[in-house]
């Protein structure tokens, strides 16, 4: 069941029946958990610790931005409102319970020399539940015509920048009861919330 109706700016459909298919993508689609207010300022308190301790120069994260990716949908010149139907259908298909999230190191994965993310990531118990959810919505995007990525390495991009040593941090911790599709207006910094899915 979702929350919130459905809102569009643009049709890639419209465009791409007028001749317009090649126009550069502005904006692209994905589902995300979104952490509750108080564990985005945790992580936003996180990412300006490790940027002083670095003598770094670089905007900390917006914590309203903050998230960790389920499963990309890609970048378009205007979103089809068929894939917002189409994934919407997936969400709703999902029979996942809430469950445990635990972010507790700190680090960077690969990328140009100066602007490799900085991301939280965790192992074990602290993301089986999360895992489980990412193999859960693959299948069913993948009943709905998409075709999702197996690899995923649950994380949260704090900042971009120079590379960070993997450290332990203070656990960034809370319970999944919800997932979102997030639309994203690119080169903004600006998210639009498509629908939002309680888990059950």
Request: glycine letters at 10%; charged letters at 20%; one cysteine or more.
């Amino acid at each position: 069941m979702m929350h919130r109706p459905y809102l569009y700016l643009s049709s890639a459909e419209a465009q791409l029946s007028l001749g317009f298919g090649d126009d550069k993508p502005s904006e692209s689609l994905f589902f995300a958990l979104r952490p509750p207010p108080p564990v985005a300022m945790q992580a936003v308190d996180l990412a300006q610790q490790l940027l002083a301790r670095q003598g770094r120069q670089v905007r900390p994260p917006v914590a309203e931005r903050l998230h960790v990716t389920l499963h990309y949908l890609g970048d378009y010149p205007g979103i089809p409102p068929s894939l917002l139907l189409r994934a919407g259908e997936a969400a709703a298909q999902l029979a996942v319970p809430p469950f445990g999230l635990r972010l507790d190191r700190a680090g960077s994965f690969a990328g140009h020399r100066d602007r490799r993310p900085c991301v939280l990531t965790g192992e074990g118990e602290g993301i089986a539940g999360v895992v489980g959810l990412h193999a859960a919505l693959g299948q069913a995007l993948l009943r709905q015509g998409f075709r999702p990525s197996s690899n995923f390495t649950p994380h949260m991009t704090l900042f971009y920048g120079e590379a960070v040593p993997s450290i332990a941090v203070d656990p960034l911790a809370w319970q999944v009861g919800e997932i979102a599709l997030i639309r994203s207006f690119l080169g903004q910094g600006r998210y639009q919330e498509e629908g939002c899915w309680p888990l059950r």
